[in-house]
């Protein structure tokens, strides 16, 4: 099971290496931000899972502290790398500059966010004792938020894994291949029967049209005369 979970981490860091070039190395930044994540921020959400099974009233202060942490981090994270000019991160690809960089960055820090909200507004409204409702519904939403995210970057990552591999790649162009080829027999089959379609319906109409041209003639030289 530990093996398999090691391979899903590698294997999604090295989908997300080819939007951030600093994952493929040892960047200094990109460890200090890791470093902060596996040694205090990590831990704190273990705390943080425990206290929210068990209904602990340390909960939402401990979600509070772990939400602004992450999103602190998010935010440092981006702007580490535009005050580089996003020199390590591959604008060129739309996949990987806005699914990858932006896209699962931002509904990391979004769940986040919605957990923020939902700490604060609980440890406001603890002392009048409100409905449980909303505070319900937040966390529902932020679960539902999480999972959305997981799945779509799990996804992604599955997708992009695939798509790289080389039979996947040559079957592709394969495809594109007979694509091509088969919409230009096909224009050229529908110029033919287009052509054909109009000789026969040249040679049909034309002794009618004729007939028409001089029944007109004939009438028009009657009145003429």
Request: proline share 1%; hydrophobic share 50%.
């Amino acid at each position: 099971m530990s093996h398999t979970f090691v391979g899903v981490v590698q294997s999604l860091t090295k989908a997300y290496s080819c939007a951030d070039s600093r994952f493929s190395g040892s960047d200094s930044t990109i460890l200090a931000f890791e470093t902060v994540k596996a040694y205090l921020v990590g831990p704190l959400c273990f705390f943080l899972a425990y206290a929210v099974a068990h209904k602990r009233g340390y909960r939402f202060p401990l979600q509070l502290v772990v939400s602004s942490l992450q999103i602190l981090l998010v935010g440092l994270y981006f702007l580490t790398e535009h005050f580089n000019n996003y020199s390590h991160v591959n604008t060129k690809s739309a996949k990987c500059y806005y699914v990858y960089f932006w896209g699962s960055n931002v509904v990391f820090a979004s769940v986040f966010a919605l957990l923020f909200l939902q700490s604060f507004f609980a440890e406001k409204t603890a002392g009048a004792r409100i409905s449980g409702r909303k505070v319900q519904f937040a966390v529902k939403l932020a679960i539902g938020a999480t999972l959305v995210g997981l799945a779509f970057v799990l996804a992604v990552g599955v997708a992009h894994e695939f798509l790289e591999q080389a039979h996947v790649q040559k079957q592709i162009v394969q495809a594109v291949q007979v694509s091509q080829e088969f919409a230009k027999s096909a224009s050229v089959q529908a110029q033919k029967a287009a052509h054909e379609g109009y000789k026969q319906g040249y040679a049909v109409l034309s002794p009618y049209v004729q007939q028409g041209v001089n029944f007109v003639k004939e009438h028009l030289n009657k009145v003429l005369a």
